[in-house]
Antibody
Framework: QVQVQESGPGLVKPSETLSLTCSVS?????????WGWIRQPPGKGLEWIGS???????YYNPSLKSRVTISVDTSKNQFSLKLTSVTAADTAVYYC????????????WGQGTLVSVSS | QSALTQPPSASGSPGQSVTISCTGT?????????VSWYQQHPGKAPKVMIY???KRPSGVPDRFSGSKSGNTASLTVSGLQAEDEADYYC???????????FGTGTKVTVL
């Protein structure tokens, strides 16, 4: 099974940019890739952030679209998330995931990384 | 785009069955057969239990089953076991503009 692992700063200041990387193991990301980011504020539910598909995209949650960028680096077998102008409301556990390319599901999840937004 | 509606909680005794509903609209649950269900234990990452409404990934016990009728999808856990106590989330494909919408989540308690 494909392994994915998030990495990045655990603390970001308000108004700055949150940047996370997802490293992929046991799979070449340049294959039929379908990758996504999901987040979960403390004590709350899951929220889809965005996805990249080999066949198109990226696709973003409309509520975050103006602040989100997801990109793929095939040379490093990684994909990344950038979220600009963060506020305390962006404090959450951020998960990266391998998606089912044809049938839209989240097949493999990383363990998640907590990002806190605070000065 | 609104979250899919799930009951906040559900419970059952060991060996019993529990069914969780996930209600959306014709633009998501009712419009596509791309509903999936995730189990999340405290402090852990979600794990997929069902995809494409009723398909089980390899390794998921057949005690877990999914179905859909109209704008409502359901997850049934039969023969409840202590380790089934967790939060469960549904998600549905919602079209090319917004791709996915998640459910509000249901906490399942094994009495």
């Amino acid at each position: 099974q494909v392994q994915v692992q998030e990495s990045g700063p655990g603390l970001v200041k308000p108004s700055e940019t949150l940047s996370l990387t997802c490293s992929v193991s046991d799979y070449s990301i340049s294959s039929d890739f379908c990758w996504g980011w999901i987040r979960q504020p403390p004590g709350k539910g899951l929220e889809w952030i965005g996805s990249v598909f080999h066949s198109g995209g990226p696709y973003y949650n409309p509520s975050l679209k103006s602040r989100v960028t997801i990109s793929v680096d095939t040379s490093k077998n990684q994909f990344s998330l950038k979220l600009t102008s963060v506020t305390a409301a962006d404090t959450a556990v951020y998960y990266c995931a391998r998606e089912g390319c044809i049938s839209y599901w989240f097949e493999s999840w990383g363990q998640g990384t907590l990002v806190s937004v605070s000065s | 785009q609104s979250a899919l509606t799930q009951p906040p909680s559900a419970s059952g005794s060991p060996g019993q069955s529990v069914t969780i509903s996930c209600t959306g609209t014709s633009s998501d649950v009712g419009g596509y057969n791309y509903v999936s269900w995730y189990q999340q234990h405290p402090g852990k990452a979600p794990k997929v239990m069902i995809y494409e409404v009723s398909k089980r990934p390899s390794g998921v016990p057949d005690r877990f089953s999914g179905s859909k009728s109209g704008n409502t999808a359901s997850l049934t856990v039969s023969g409840l076991q202590a380790e089934d106590e967790a939060d469960y989330y549904c998600t549905s494909y919602a079209g090319s503009n917004s791709l996915y919408v998640f459910g509000t989540g249901t906490k399942v308690t094994v009495l």
